[in-house]
């Protein structure tokens, strides 16, 4: 009897983990170049039948990239990062100390662009990739994918890209 019910419990967990939103982003890092054309690509599965909700999210990063990528990284940012190797001293940072904003949102077939970013030609394509015309200098930082679907709650509903404009 209970090879029955542990049956039945694994059935029922792995049926909750199939069922889920799950998000993804096949490329953890994009480089690109400065006033080309890129597109972030973003997957997501999931059980509801309702219209999900897409929306694409930049955070800055939280110090200079370029430092690092010209070698002027400092003494005190390496004995960090050697201390704790799952902590990246540019992409780890609390909200409150880098600049956080919505690039765009996309519900049934309608795509709004944030504040910040109307009058560029920015849209998300396919079911959720987000392309971007021409890139500047500031487009340089983390994206986030978000899913959100009125009926899924359960899940992975965002994952992330980093963005490297290079010259």
């Known amino acids: ?11 029922f967990w792995l049926t909750a983990m199939v069922g889920g939103l799950q998000v993804t982003v096949p490329d953890k890092k994009k480089v690109a170049m400065l006033f080309q054309p890129t597109v972030l690509r973003c997957h997501f599965s999931t059980s509801s039948h309702q219209p999900a909700v897409v929306q694409w999210k ?3 990063y939280c110090q200079d990239r370029m430092g690092e990528s010209l070698g002027m990284s400092t003494t005190r940012i390496q004995s960090l990062s050697k201390r704790n190797l799952e902590w990246d001293p540019y992409l780890d940072c609390l909200d409150s100390r880098r600049t956080v904003r919505v690039v765009a949102s996309k519900q049934g ?7 910040f970013y109307r009058g560029r030609e920015i849209t998300i394509v396919h079911d959720a990739d987000l392309q971007i015309g021409k890139l500047l200098w500031g487009d340089s930082g983390l994206y986030y994918c978000i899913i959100t679907t009125p009926d899924d709650l359960e899940g992975k509903n965002e994952d992330s890209v980093e963005l490297l404009v290079l010259e």
């Open 1 to 11: 009897m209970a090879r029955v019910v542990l049956a039945w419990v694994a059935l």
């Open 58 to 60: 930049f955070k800055s």
């Open 109 to 115: 077939s309608t795509v709004t662009l944030g504040d």
